[in-house]
Structure formats: structure tokens, C-alpha cells
């Protein structure tokens, strides 16, 4: 079956602008997670949603929000990019939730100039 | 908040040599999860330990889980230049904590 998929990619933004990052996790599976990773930070929790709730957030600003959709896809925005947002995002679905066998795609590599 | 400490951050072996990476949690966990990403890839779950003492093996990968259940290693016997990679461990304190957190990973070289 197909595995986790995040679009775009790659993306290059100016200061300032916002950002929608977009997650289709494996089918059948309703948790999707979101995670910033840097060389400095490593793997940082954003935030976790299971059937369209928001179960938990990380330590991350306002700034960053995200939504799931009945289809258990889910999209992450940035709104006011940074400098330091530049990272690689990843996401993570799993059938069962948080702690249990983790799926991740190959991530957004985002840089903010 | 919780915190998941992973030494060492960097580990380089001769390729035949043992490797072992250490995760230690401030809190008592649920249970816990490895992870491996090599160089420019994606964390790939390897295994998950849920109860005390816990020991698992896969092939030359040796897991274990402490018996206060905050503590873990991994072990790898007589690595090979396919070990390469960053290894994670993720650790889940349970209940309505619905997020892992990530040690920082230790990466892992092999000199062929």
C-alpha cells in the first residue's frame, strides 16, 4: 500500500510569507503527528491530530497551526516565516495514535530567506 | 516537560566493530521506539519495547528496555557500512500525552 506522502517537497520562501504543508497519510490510518527537524533541535514535536481533533501541541508559537480533514489528510500552515522555521517538516501517520509504529514521509525541506 | 537524553551524539567504527546508543528518560514511559534515518532519508520505526526488562533482538540489533522503564539501549554487533545512519530513540509516557518525544540521535559512521 501506498506509504506517507508530503507535498511539496522542497520550498523557498521570503520572510514573512506564509506556508501550507500538506500530509496524506497511510489509508485507514487516522493519527498523523508533525515534526520540525534541525541539526540543532533534532526532532521536535509540532502537534498530533487523530479523526480531525488536536490531541496535543508542541512548543512551538502561534505561528504554527495545522488541521485534519475527514479523509485523515492533514496540512500544516506557518504563518509570519521566520528565518529559524527553515527545517525539514515531517509528518508521521500511524492506525493506532501516539505510541504505536510511527510512518513517516519523506518530508518538506523548507527554507525561509 | 519531559525530557529523553540520547549519548552519544556521534559514534564512528571500524565496519566489524560493536556499536550501542543509549536513551534515558526523565519520566517513567508507556513504552519506547527506535528509529533509524540515514543520510538524507526519513526515520524508519525498527522496534517498539512496552514492558520492563524487556529485550528484543532483530538480526545484529539487540534492544532493551530498563527495569524502571526510563531507560533503553541499542545495540548492534559487528556493524556494517549499511548501519550508516542517525538512530533515534522516541519515548512515550502514555495516558493522554498524546506525542513522542525524540532523543537527539546518535550518528552513526562505518569505515569500511
Known amino acids: 500500500k501506498a506509504g506517507v506522502t508530503q507535498t511539496p517537497r522542497y520550498l523557498i520562501k521570503t520572510r514573512g510569507q506564509q506556508v501550507t504543508l500538506s500530509c496524506s497519510p497511510i489509508?485507514?490510518?487516522?493519527?498523523v503527528s508533525w515534526y520540525q527537524q534541525t541539526p540543532g533541535q533534532g526532532l521536535q514535536f509540532l502537534f498530533e491530530y487523530f479523526s480531525e481533533t488536536q490531541r496535543n501541541k508542541g512548543n512551538f508559537p502561534g505561528r504554527f497551526s495545522g488541521r485534519q480533514f475527514s479523509n485523515s489528510r492533514s496540512e500544516m500552515n506557518v504563518s509570519t516565516l521566520e528565518l529559524g522555521d527553515s527545517a525539514l517538516y515531517l509528518c508521521a501517520s500511524s492506525s493506532q495514535g501516539v505510541g504505536t509504529e510511527a510512518f513517516f514521509g519523506q518530508g518538506t525541506r523548507l527554507t525561509v530567506v | 516537560g519531559q525530557q529523553v537524553m540520547q549519548i552519544p551524539q556521534y559514534q564512528h567504527v571500524q565496519e566489524g566493530e560493536d556499536f550501542t546508543t543509549y536513551c534515558n528518560s526523565s519520566t517513567t514511559l508507556s513504552n519506547i521506539q527506535w528509529y533509524k534515518q540515514r543520510p538524507g532519508g526519513h526515520p524508519v520505526f525498527l522496534i517498539q519495547?512496552?514492558?520492563?526488562?524487556e529485550v528484543k533482538k532483530q538480526k545484529r540489533l539487540t534492544f532493551q528496555f530498563g527495569e524502571a522503564k526510563k531507560n533503553s539501549s541499542l545495540h548492534i554487533t559487528a556493524t556494517q557500512t549499511t548501519d550508516v545512519g542517525t538512530y533515534f530513540c522516541a519515548a512515550y509516557s502514555g495516558g493522554s500525552n498524546y506525542k513522542l518525544t525524540f532523543g537527539k540521535g546518535t550518528l552513526l559512521t562505518v569505515n569500511p
Open positions: 519495547l512496552v514492558k520492563s526488562g
Open positions: 489509508s485507514g490510518h487516522r493519527s
